[in-house]
């Protein structure tokens, strides 16, 4: 499932929508035997710009899915990629601390954490009913 969640993330990648950055990511992440595949969205106003990790969790979220079971992450970085605070944020909502997320890049290269690693302290649903 490892292999093939990242094989789904680096083919996501070719639908990027990068006219600013030329800076295609993948996404694809298992959720109820399903896997939903993200790629990063650009627009002229920049800071809309949606990363490829959220579109998958929003793919997933808007057909019903609650709980990532894992999620691999593909860009062509010189290590595995590093996603952003809002994405580490939104993966957390919808995982476990120990749900994995497997980093990579196009050479192959592959960094697994979990996602108490991914965002350490993470603020969580949990915070809000105690
Ligand atoms: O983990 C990451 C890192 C960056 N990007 C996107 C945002 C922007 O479109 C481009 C450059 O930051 O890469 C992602 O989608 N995911
Ligand atoms: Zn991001």
Redesign the pocket.
């Known amino acids: 499932m490892k292999e093939q969640l990242i094989q789904q993330a680096i083919e996501a990648r070719e639908q990027?929508y990068?006219p600013?950055?030329r800076?295609?990511?993948?996404?694809a992440l298992l959720a109820g035997g399903v896997i939903y595949q993200?790629?990063?969205?650009?627009n002229a106003s920049y800071g809309l710009?949606?990363?490829?990790?959220?579109?998958a969790i929003f793919k997933m979220v808007s057909e019903g899915g609650r709980k990532i079971n894992a999620i691999a992450?593909a860009?062509d970085t010189d290590g595995p990629?590093?996603?952003?605070g809002a994405?580490r944020q939104v993966i957390a909502e919808f995982s476990d601390s120990d749900t994995r997320v497997y980093?990579t890049n196009l050479r192959g290269e592959m960094t697994e954490l979990t996602v108490a690693q991914l965002l350490p302290g993470a603020f969580t649903p949990a915070d809000l009913h105690k």
């Open positions: 990027a990068v600013y950055s800076f295609q990511v993948g996404a993200g790629c990063n969205v650009e710009t949606n990363c490829a990790e959220r579109t992450v860009g990629i590093s996603p952003c994405c980093l």
